[in-house]
């Protein structure tokens, strides 16, 4: 097949520039600047080419994609085309192509985006190639692509040129494929149950709906500071109480915050609120959409993460709060009566907490510390501390706890849901105790929001209501090590800081 063709070798990182510029300038001057090109009608993909071949074999296509590899270059090339589908080699040979339009093929660098049209057949090593007829040029690489970029370790590069990087890792492509199809396949699953998909405003004046710091604006035009929001759900909560009943929305939000595996400060969130149902009629949803997208995406209600394998086919465990603290801790708080008496066991145990913290606050703290790195298959928790809920509505045999529940998987929250409060009055009251947390110093606190309060005392039905964080479903289902490696551009540092 011929020894692989490295014309860069030796070749020092600007004198590459430079001879791809001259190139360019070459081409141009004899007519065929391929920046002219304006389309390039392409009736087939490599994957077709690969897939199909006993029923491609003999016909002419035309393929198009970026130039990865060239070998030979004698009278006759060989070529590895890549388009969004996967590769396929090119067979060139001089005679077919005509001696110009070979010589100039010749001078074709890697990276360099070429349409193809010709003859499905295989040579005589079996290999599935397009013998050429016709070879365009139809964007010329200036910059060398780095012939071992999958080995780099250095990650943040990845991140910041991930244009390269998709070029080079077919799997990271893949990844993203991946993820577009989960969420085209959660569109079909609420469609099937009559939700209707809307949107709502990313600039608002007072960013609820969640326990996050907002980033803040300005809004010249009104000369007000504004926020980017941190949460959808106040305002789908109006939505229901103007009749939708079944409303969802998919968007970014933003929260102020750090950056880790698990956290971006702009990532996707789905939100869902259904009227005349309840937290468990939401984990009915949850249990059945998530089974639902392992089996489109995955293939299997048994999936595979980071080598531990997680079944979500069977019932998800479910457990009380309170039930999961006493069974990794062997604390029992519901025999715990007062705020002091739970802030002592929290100094007992190590536990950092602040003077305004009350026992619910104490008892979520003890749930971040022990048990959620416990909770590696599907396991609802359900029943929090009223202290912690300001949106949930309270149970009514246990006024301390309310009707929320977090659906954990890998150790990590994948959704929040609640029964949600209804009640205006009690409503105005959790706000009020949220405007004071927020003057004691919580940044993460909620703030009174009058107009959802208005919409409130017009009515709102009993509701059920869902939070899911996108990315970390499509890190689960795609095996990702981290939130980077889900989202196509992260937020990264500034090279110049």
Not at 111 to 139: C, N, P, W, Y
Not at 349 to 366: S, V
Not at 395 to 403: G, L, Q, R, S
Request: proline residues 4%; negative net charge.
């Amino acid at each position: 097949m011929g020894k692989k063709f490295n014309p860069d070798a030796g070749k020092s990182a600007s004198e590459l520039l430079q001879i791809r510029r001259d190139k360019l300038t070459a081409l141009q001057e004899a007519g065929r600047d391929p920046f002219r090109e304006t389309r390039y009608d392409v009736d087939t993909h490599a994957a077709d080419i690969n897939d199909r071949y006993d029923e491609m074999e003999g016909k002419i296509v035309s393929v198009a994609g970026r130039l990865m590899s060239k070998r030979g270059m004698g009278k006759v090339s060989f070529c590895d085309l890549q388009d969004k589908s996967g590769r396929v080699q090119l067979y060139v040979r001089r005679d077919l192509v005509g001696e110009e339009s070979y010589s100039w093929f010749k001078k074709y660098d890697i990276g360099d985006i070429v349409g193809v049209k010709g003859e499905v057949f295989k040579t005589e090593m079996g290999q599935i190639s397009v013998r050429a007829h016709e070879v365009t040029l139809l964007s010329k690489s200036l910059m060398p692509l780095p012939e071992k970029f999958h080995g780099l370790t250095d990650k943040e590069l990845r991140y910041r040129q991930r244009y390269v990087d998709l070029i080079m890792n077919p799997e990271v492509k893949d990844t993203f494929v991946k993820r577009s199809q989960i969420i085209r396949e959660i569109r079909n699953f609420l469609a099937e149950r009559d939700f209707m998909e809307v949107e709502t405003p990313t600039l608002v004046t007072n960013a609820g709906g969640a326990a996050a710091r907002p980033f803040v604006t300005h809004y010249n035009a009104l000369d007000v500071d504004i926020k980017l929001r941190i949460s959808l759900e106040l305002y789908l909560k109006r939505l229901i109480v103007g009749g939708l009943e079944r409303v969802y929305e998919i968007g970014r939000v933003y929260r102020n915050e750090g950056m880790d595996t698990r956290h971006n400060p702009e990532f996707t969130l789905m939100e869902l609120y259904q009227a005349y149902t309840d937290y468990n009629g939401m984990m009915e949803l949850t249990e059945s959409m998530f089974r639902y997208l392992a089996e489109k995406v995955c293939g299997s209600t048994t999936i595979t993460y980071a080598g531990t394998e997680i079944d979500l086919g069977k019932p998800f465990a479910r457990m009380t709060m309170n039930e999961a603290v006493r069974k990794y801790t062997g604390v029992d708080f519901d025999q715990v009566s007062t705020d002091e008496e739970a802030k002592a066991i929290a100094g007992e145990h190590g536990i950092a907490y602040e003077q305004r913290h009350t026992k619910g606050d104490i008892i979520n703290l003890f749930f971040e510390e022990y048990c959620e790195k416990e909770l590696v298959q599907p396991t609802f928790i359900m029943d929090h501390p009223l202290a912690i809920s300001p949106l949930t509505k309270k149970k009514p045999d246990d006024p301390e706890k309310v009707e929320r529940f977090e659906l954990f998987i890998n150790t990590w929250e994948m959704c929040n849901a609640y029964s949600e409060l209804n009640d205006p009055i009690d409503q105005r009251a959790r706000f009020a105790q949220q405007d004071a947390n927020a003057a004691a110093g919580d940044e993460e606190a909620e703030h009174t929001d009058e107009d959802f309060l208005n919409a409130l005392e017009l009515g709102m039905p009993p509701t059920g209501g869902i939070g899911y964080g996108i990315d970390r479903l499509v890190m689960l289902l795609t095996d990702s090590a981290g939130i980077r490696d889900v989202l196509l551009f992260p937020t990264m540092k500034p090279i110049d800081q």
